[in-house]
């Protein structure tokens, strides 16, 4: 049972707590990026990129700026 908490992040290099302050700190901006969305529906005027770009950069944090695992 407790492997299913730590195999994850440990393929990924963190330990459970690195991987967890790691996802956690994509739950901000992931919000902000839904409220984004659920305004400009409402408001097609406002917030015409916001989303986009917020989505843009947490790939960029998770894709590709991380490194290559051996």
């Given at each position: 049972?407790f492997?299913?908490?730590t195999d994850?992040?440990q ?7 690195e ?5 956690w700190?994509?739950a901000?901006?992931?919000a902000?990026?839904a ?6 529906g ?5 917030f ?9 950069d947490?790939h ?11």
């Amino acid at each position: 049972m407790f492997r299913a908490f730590t195999d994850h992040p440990q393929a990924m290099g963190e330990t459970y707590g690195e991987h967890l302050a790691k996802a956690w700190s994509f739950a901000g901006p992931l919000a902000a990026a839904a409220a984004a969305c659920v305004l400009h529906g409402l408001f097609p005027f406002a917030f015409q990129t916001s989303a986009s770009r917020r989505v843009r950069d947490l790939h960029d944090r998770m894709v590709v700026e991380r490194a290559p695992r051996d």
